[in-house]
């Protein structure tokens, strides 16, 4: 069964840089059907898409986004990453990591909260 | 970029009962790419119906899904306790996903 797990700091201060990893576990994320993204929801609020990356490293992006957002992937952990610039406290969330199959995210992580704050 | 409208905001309905959610596209989506949600508090957000309508994986037949265009829409038949969420919509295009803004089922 394939899991998504995220990671990194809940805290960032303002005009920081955010960044999260999620390991896959249960599959490969080099599987070449894949892609994985990265989602967010502020608190009470909808999700919203943030980009997502394949295999290969090639990437998209939300273009409300684009200027802050790097997404990579390292296929040796098993891990892809997203680093977030300049951060406001708009960009308080839970940040989901998922995999996309198709054009839906049939997996998702468990969702780790960040908040922006100094 | 594609927005999309979700109505009602809030369903008020009991178990039993069916519920009828609408998705509607500023621009044309294809139907392949054309999927819905389910969100309980403090989960993440499970697929449901994905390709307007072919359930994913252990996803139960009273949800189903239909619609093309710019017209979509979820349907749960014979609500049960379990289905009381949060419903999202979301479609891909020219590399861009984007979500609905969720229908409460209370």
């Known amino acids: 069964q394939l899991q998504l797990q995220e990671s990194g700091p809940g805290l960032v201060k303002p005009s920081e840089t955010l960044s999260l990893t999620c390991t896959v576990s249960g599959g490969s994320i080099s599987n070449s059907n894949s892609y994985w993204g990265w989602i967010r929801q502020s608190p009470g609020k909808g999700l919203e898409w943030i980009g997502i990356?394949?295999?290969?490293?090639?990437?998209y992006y939300n273009p409300s986004l684009k200027s802050r957002v790097a997404i990579s992937v390292d296929t040796s952990q098993n891990q892809f990453s997203l680093k977030l610039s300049s951060v406001t406290a708009a960009d308080t969330a839970v940040y989901f990591c998922?995999?996309?199959?198709?054009?839906?995210?049939?997996?998702w992580g468990l969702g780790t909260l960040v908040t922006v704050s100094s | 970029e594609i927005v999309l409208s979700q109505s009602p905001g809030t369903l008020s309905l009991s178990p039993g009962d069916s519920a009828t959610l609408s998705c509607r596209a500023s621009?044309?989506?294809?139907?392949?790419?054309l999927a819905w949600y389910q969100q309980k508090p403090g989960q993440a957000p499970r697929l449901l119906i994905y390709?307007?309508?072919t359930r994913a994986t252990g996803i139960p037949d009273r949800f189903s899904g239909s619609g093309s265009g710019t017209d979509f829409t979820l349907t749960i038949s014979r609500l049960e306790a379990e289905d009381f969420a949060v419903y999202y919509c979301q479609q891909y295009g020219s590399s861009r996903w984007t979500f609905g803004q969720g229908t409460k089922v209370e």
């Open positions: 990356i394949y295999y290969s490293g090639t990437t």
């Open positions: 390709s307007t309508s």
């Open positions: 998922a995999r996309g199959l198709v054009s839906a995210f049939g997996y």
């Open positions: 621009q044309s989506v294809s139907s392949s790419y």
